[in-house]
Nanobody, 122 residues
């Protein structure tokens, strides 16, 4: 099956930045919409951002709008999440996902990475 591997997580101070990457194994990466979700301890996995297969359309959750930016490089089979102005509330495990549609609904995605931890200190 399609394998997704996240990287770039770590510990940063509030106000700092991180860039997450998600590398996909599929030979047809350009056919998939990609999404980023996050899950804090004891909470449901929530939508962060999504981007269409071509990168033409992108959507960001209200909680991260203006701070996070999703992008993709289909030639590199990689999707990115640039995170700026990080807040302690952004602390979570971040997952990338691939699916047939550009959607906020996590159940619509078919493939998931194993996640990368992002911790924002105050």
């Amino acid at each position: 099956q399609v394998q997704l591997v996240e990287s770039g997580g770590g510990l940063v101070q509030a106000g700092g930045s991180l860039r997450l990457s998600c590398a996909a194994s599929t030979r047809t990466f350009g056919n998939y919409a990609m999404g980023w979700f996050r899950q804090a301890p004891g909470k449901e996995r929530e939508f962060v951002a999504a981007i269409s297969s071509t990168g033409w359309s992108a959507y960001h959750a209200d909680s991260v709008k203006g701070r996070f930016t999703i992008s993709r490089d289909n030639a590199k089979n990689t999707v990115y999440l640039q995170m700026n102005s990080l807040k302690p509330e952004d602390t979570a495990v971040y997952f990338c996902a691939a699916g047939p549609r550009t959607t906020t609904w996590k159940d619509e995605y078919n493939y998931w990475g194993q996640g990368t931890q992002v911790t924002v200190s105050s």
